[in-house]
C-alpha cells in the first residue's frame, strides 16, 4: 500500500518549464516501478514515461523525448518530472502511478500502460498557453 500526492502543476507560456514532484507515503519507491501519466479533457490518459524498480530502465513517450527528465529521490520517498520546452499540446492532468514489484525473479522493466499500475495520485494541472 502506498499513497501518493502530485505537485507543481501550473500555468506557463509556450517553451516553459515545470518540475513536477510525487512525493509517496508508506513504503519506499524501492519496493515499486513508478510512471507518469496525463490525460487531457475528453481523451484518454496516456504514457508519459516510466522507470522501473531498481532505477536502472528508464522509457520515454516519443511525444516528449528530449524535453522531458524524470528523476527519483528514493530517500526523500519523491519522483520529479522536469518538463522543459513546453507546448499546448502538453495540457493535461499529471498523474504519478506505482506498481507493487515484490518477486525478486521479476524483470526489471519500466511499465507503460495504465492497466499495469495498482496506486495513483490526485493529479496536477498543468497548463501551457500560447
Known amino acids: 500500500q502506498v499513497q501518493l500526492v502530485e505537485s507543481g502543476g501550473g500555468l506557463v507560456q509556450l517553451g516553459g518549464s515545470l518540475r513536477l514532484s510525487c512525493t509517496a507515503s508508506g513504503r519506499t519507491f524501492s519496493s515499486y516501478a513508478m510512471g507518469w501519466f496525463r490525460q487531457a479533457p475528453g481523451k484518454e490518459r496516456e504514457f508519459v514515461v516510466a522507470?522501473?524498480?531498481?532505477?536502472?530502465?528508464?522509457y520515454y513517450a516519443d511525444s516528449v523525448k528530449g524535453r522531458f527528465t524524470m528523476s527519483r529521490d528514493n530517500a526523500r520517498n519523491t519522483l520529479f518530472l522536469q518538463m522543459n520546452s513546453l507546448k499546448p499540446e502538453d495540457t493535461a492532468v499529471y498523474y504519478c502511478?506505482?506498481?507493487?514489484?515484490?518477486?525478486?525473479?521479476?524483470?526489471?522493466?519500466?511499465?507503460?500502460?495504465?492497466?499495469?499500475?495498482?496506486?495513483w495520485g490526485q493529479g496536477t494541472q498543468v497548463t501551457v498557453s500560447s
Open positions: 502511478a506505482a506498481k507493487m514489484i515484490v518477486f525478486s525473479a521479476s524483470r526489471d522493466i519500466a511499465y507503460t500502460a495504465t492497466k499495469d499500475y495498482d496506486y
Open positions: 522507470v522501473s524498480k531498481s532505477g536502472s530502465s528508464t
